[in-house]
């Protein structure tokens, strides 16, 4: 069921920017696929002005040049990939979405918000607001929810895009006490789970409230900083990671992004974090 979630939650929040599509496109896409589309679509994208190489590691870039001239320069650069994306209209109202998804066994909840992009005040703001809210064992919705057996998990993510993403809450509810009756009828087990998420939502919505109107503490941010720290310099131990993380930096916003991360994760203040939220 995450998968439907995160395919529901994306067609929902987006009505024309490319994001609300899956990556590999929709089942009517799929059937329609054939060879000589692939191959279309490998000519126009798949060369090396469309590449990003990353080499870490104990080398001499006088030897990598010259083995990437062995094996890369017969290839030809080929056009850039065009970069004009449709712009997603500015949202007026709530929208959502129910599935009943046949086999699924846990409900879910995906709470959306269109977020800032990458490398702006704002969201680095944001990344600071739902790593207090769902960050480490002291963190908000973690004591608050799921501590106080309100759900079965609770948490809030700042995902990295390209173009401006979208701040996601989520969770699972608790199994509703109704459904202890094996013979409530399909349509009130639905509706028991129906009304699960929706108290879920309300707890999650509530701890975003909480930030607008509560300043965070000085001593809380100080333990995300240190926890974000911690975990940052954890991921680029091996090389394998730290080649991967500069490559999708470079596609996103560029690798400077990566050395710029904790200075200005460390400059987000209270006032900032009650004003994204």
């Known amino acids: 069921p995450a998968g439907a979630a995160w395919l529901d939650l994306a067609a929902t929040a987006y009505t024309a ?3 609300r599509n899956p990556t590999i496109g929709w089942r009517s896409d799929m059937d329609r696929y054939n060879t000589t589309d692939a191959m279309a ?6 060369h090396p002005t469309n590449a990003v190489c990353v080499l870490v590691g104990d080398v001499k870039v ?22 004009t994306v449709t712009a997603e209209p500015t949202q007026k109202g709530t929208r959502s979405s129910i599935r009943y998804l046949e086999g699924a066994r846990t409900p879910l909840v995906r709470i959306g918000f269109h977020g800032a992009q990458m490398g702006t005040r704002d969201f680095y703001a944001l990344d600071a607001l739902t790593m207090i809210l769902s960050q480490g064992r ?30 996601v809450l989520g969770g699972s509810p608790n199994e509703p006490g109704a459904l202890k009756n094996a013979d ?13 998420c929706r108290q879920l939502e309300s707890l999650l919505l509530k701890e975003v409230d909480r930030l607008k109107s509560v300043p965070v503490s ?3 941010l100080r333990r995300i900083k240190k926890l974000n720290e911690r975990e940052f310099l954890d991921r680029m131990r091996s090389n394998e990671a730290l080649a ?13 992004y990566l050395n710029e991360y904790l200075s200005n994760m460390a400059a987000v203040s209270p006032e ?4 994204a939220a």
């Open 218 to 220: 000085e001593s809380e």
């Open 184 to 196: 409530i009828p399909d349509e009130e087990r639905r509706q028991a789970y129906v009304d699960a």
């Open 272 to 275: 900032d974090i009650r004003a």
């Open 62 to 83: 006088e030897d990598v040049k010259h083995l990437a001239g062995i094996y890369f320069q017969r290839y030809p650069s080929g056009p850039p990939s065009p970069e």
């Open 138 to 167: 002291s963190a908000r919705m973690t004591r608050n929810i799921t501590q106080k057996g309100l759900a079965v998990n609770a948490w809030a993510y700042n995902p990295d895009n390209r173009y401006g993403g979208m701040v």
């Open 244 to 256: 991967g993380t500069l490559a999708t930096l470079e596609v996103q916003i560029g690798w400077q």
């Open 17 to 19: 920017h490319p994001y």
């Open 41 to 46: 679509f490998h000519r126009k994208y798949y």
